[in-house]
């Protein structure tokens, strides 16, 4: 499930450090800090893999 979570706020913008803040104040208001903290965790793995799941020679 964060596998997919995550790649959907990638798609949704979330990508810069202003953004990933205000994501993470978001999901730990909602979730707590070590949901927030793992979903960002699982963002920066599949940033590092999105030439994979998006398609194309992105590198």
């Known amino acids: 499930m964060h596998e997919c979570e ?4 990638l798609r949704r913008g979330y990508s810069t450090p202003d953004r990933i803040e205000e994501l993470t104040e978001l999901i730990a208001k909602r979730r707590g800090a070590g ?7 699982e963002m920066r793995r599949q940033w590092q893999h999105r030439n994979e ?3 194309g020679n992105r590198g």
């Not at 995550?6 to 706020?9: H, I, L, Q, V």
């Not at 949901?35 to 965790?41: F, T």
Request: no cysteine; net charge negative; hydrophobic share 70%.
């Open 6 to 9: 995550a790649r959907d706020w």
């Open 35 to 41: 949901a927030a903290a793992e979903l960002v965790a």
């Open 53 to 55: 799941w998006m398609g």
